[in-house]
């Protein structure tokens, strides 16, 4: 088992299981890519509104060359198929949307069921009429590679490679338009064509990764990389980046995983890859994963315990608290019976005088002082200008201390 | 044609108008939200928790399957709220990472098991099948008041309207709540409406609704049934009792007519089949959607057009 899947990723497992993991990568990539730019603009659920449309444009393609040829499977007239019922599902999210009162969720929901269920009674047309290969369209719905012709792959593979290339050579315009239309108009960019070329290419897509993924999963690789990315990152190109490469990631292990046994489908096994790389983000990227966030929250909770028991010892208050006492003694700052020691008692000294600086500039400038948003725990030298310090050590009353 | 009628058609014809009644009713406050996609997850995760349930149990009971389902939306919510929360992403995204993944892990389940050879297959759970309630004791219009010919209805269709009756109650009981949190939320809150409570309270009747009406029309058409009678009842009125009447004829007459359309429709052309009933619903209703777009009187509404440029 484990040596077949090491077989698939190494292109060692015969030609058409290499063309489909290599495929299956680009295509990944692709998705990844343009996938960025269109949930950078919010719109992530129209792509699948396109997905369910191509349900309709599939099935009637598959009609009119079975009536001509007597064999509905033929890949490049069912995409074209597809291509134009999808563009007539994103003519009608974009007309509903723009022209009524409907908000985009409802045109996208609208469009999106309305034309599967097109594309579902025309299947039942489909099963009365007397073609072969009817029992191929269901393979359009949840993707299958298990006996994809090697011209199939290549056409997938190929669209994919030249869908990249104009990405990348439209990336620039591209986010522009995603994050400031009026700067991009200015720039001489006509951002109503840029956002038509960037639904035209979702658009080729999704309509290339049918036979991949299927029709209702080809919207889970234009979503999930760019979100995983937007955990690593917050400059849009490196987005872009991380989510082809996320994408692309899915779509070789994916691949590679269906690939060691019958049965297994792709598109499922591509959609969690990608998922799984997402909740890798969302568990341990440095900056906004759950464990970076639960560590943050404790080395935060650990500081403000030290200061309050550092005060605390300043004050000759007696502290009760577990956690302070441990964090004091971890310190070496209160022995284990909880008397102070001289560096504690030092480092005590220093958090009043600390405190008191800070208490006078809250006092002085509170406009200021509400806008800092570290409760004043950084060190006073750290934050504030050192003639500021300066100013408010002079002002600062005589320390008033019990000998 | 009377007894062929009682035997095949009444019982999915009763099934879908009643199902698409309830729908409807509550897609007006989910497109007055602008929340219509939540049933669009809703919807798709059905599939995953059933397969799960059918894994975990061993049987297609209609409890068992209904549990899952459940499970399985209210998982999803959760994750979408998680995702939403933690990755600073924008809704609909974390949307869309929630219900591909799950389902993609339900097709998963469904092609790796066995489960597959029971009558439970990607198609069937994706396009429902209104034509396999039969009702064999329907032999003749006597049947109709004989209590053990009623008994052996098909039982989707006592589950639907117990549903439908549920959905309806929820709506008169939530009704202040409901309305105001759909139009203010934040003087929801200020008038202790408690919108919150009402969004999960809606969000648990749109799983239940559309886990009921999942074995008959299938996962993605009762998407439609949610969206399409509500989307176009608003672009009638600006009165919400108003469009909840409308939404409800729309429901009724895309649901008789698709029916009547699939199951009849290829006869009146001398071709004896029949297409898929849950599609031709969801088509017509679509029709209906698109003539509301272009000559609905209140189309446009009273807000200036956006200026996106």
């Not at chain 1, 369209?137 to 993707?143: K, Q």
């Amino acid at each position: 088992m484990l040596e077949l899947l090491w077989q698939a990723l190494t292109f060692t497992a015969g030609y058409n299981t290499s063309l489909v993991t290599l495929g299956s990568a680009m295509l990944g990539a692709s998705a990844g890519m343009i996938g960025s730019f269109i949930v950078l603009r919010k719109r992530s659920l129209v792509s699948d509104a396109v997905s369910h449309a191509t349900l309709p444009g599939l099935t009637l393609a598959f009609i009119i060359i079975g009536l001509f040829t007597g064999d509905g499977r033929w890949l490049p007239g069912l995409l074209l198929g597809a291509a134009a019922s999808a563009a007539a599902g994103l003519w009608g999210v974009q007309g509903i949307s723009n022209r009524t009162r409907l908000g985009e969720d409802a045109a996208i929901g609208a469009v999106l069921s309305t034309l599967f269920g097109l594309g579902v009674v025309l299947i039942t047309v489909i099963q009365a009429m007397d073609v072969t290969g009817q029992s191929g369209i269901s393979g359009y719905l949840v993707g299958a590679t298990a006996g994809m012709l090697a011209s199939e792959a290549q056409l997938i593979g190929i669209s994919a490679l030249v869908l990249l290339i104009i990405v990348f050579m439209f990336r620039r315009p591209f986010l522009l338009v995603c994050f400031d239309r009026q700067y991009a108009y200015t720039q001489g960019i006509n951002a109503n064509r840029i956002d038509m070329l960037m639904l035209l290419l979702l658009l080729t897509v999704t309509v290339i990764g049918l036979k991949i993924t299927g029709l209702i999963l080809i919207v889970a690789l234009t979503i999930i990389p760019p979100v995983t990315g937007r955990f690593w990152t917050d400059q849009p190109s490196r987005l872009v980046g991380i989510a082809a490469l996320s994408g692309a990631v899915a779509g070789y292990i994916g691949a590679a995983i269906s690939s060691i046994a019958a049965g297994l489908p792709t598109g499922p096994l591509i959609v969690l890859t990608a998922f799984v790389l997402f909740a890798i983000g969302l568990l341990f990227s440095p900056r906004r994963g759950m464990v970076a966030m639960v560590l943050a929250q404790r080395r935060f909770r650990r500081r403000v315990h030290l200061r309050q028991g550092l005060l605390a010892l300043a004050r000759d208050e007696a502290i009760y608290d577990e956690l302070t006492l441990k964090v004091l003694r971890r310190q070496g700052y209160i022995r284990r019976d909880g008397v102070a020691t001289p560096p504690g008692l030092v480092a005590a000294r220093d958090a009043e005088h600390e405190e008191q600086l800070w208490a006078l500039y809250r006092q002085l400038y509170p406009d200021e002082a509400a806008q800092l948003d570290h409760h004043g725990l950084e060190p006073i030298d750290d934050s504030l200008p050192p003639d500021m310090v300066s100013s408010l050590e002079t002002r600062l009353p005589l320390p008033t201390r019990s000998a | 044609m009377g007894s062929d009628f009682l035997i095949l058609s009444l019982a999915p014809l009763l099934v879908a108008t009643i199902s698409s009644l309830s729908c409807a009713l509550l897609g007006n406050f989910l497109v007055l939200r602008r929340q219509s996609l939540i049933g669009d997850a809703i919807s798709h995760v059905a599939l995953p928790g059933i397969v799960a349930s059918f894994l975990i149990t061993g049987t297609l009971a209609a409890s068992a399957m209904m549990l899952g389902a459940g499970v399985a939306a209210l998982v999803t919510m959760a994750l979408i709220e998680a995702i939403k929360r933690l990755g600073h992403v924008e809704p609909s995204a974390a949307m869309g990472v929630a219900f591909t993944a799950i389902f993609a892990l339900g097709v998963l389940m469904l092609e790796v098991s066995d489960a597959s050879g029971v009558h439970l297959d990607v198609q069937h759970a994706l396009y429902g099948n209104l034509e396999s309630l039969i009702w064999f004791e329907g032999l003749h219009w006597t049947a109709l008041l004989d209590p053990a010919a009623l008994a052996k209805l098909p039982p989707q269709l006592p589950r639907v309207a117990w549903v439908g009756l549920l959905v309806a109650i929820f709506v008169i009981v939530a009704w202040r709540p409901l309305v105001i949190g759909s139009f203010d939320p934040a003087f929801a809150s200020s008038v202790r409406a408690r919108p919150l409570l009402t969004d999960i309270m809606l969000v648990i009747m749109v799983a239940i609704t559309a886990i009921a009406a999942f074995e008959a029309v299938g996962s993605i058409l009762v998407i439609a049934m949610f969206i399409c009678p509500a989307a176009s009842a608003r672009l009638m009125t600006d009165r919400l009792l108003t469009q909840i009447a409308w939404s409800q004829g729309f429901a009724c007459s895309s649901a008789v007519l698709g029916y009547v359309l699939a199951g009849y429709g290829p006869g009146w052309f001398g071709h004896d089949v029949s297409l898929s009933a849950a599609g031709m619903i969801a088509t017509v209703s679509g029709a209906i959607l698109l003539a509301a777009c272009l000559f609905a009187p209140r189309r446009h509404g009273n807000m200036e057009r956006m200026t996106t440029d």
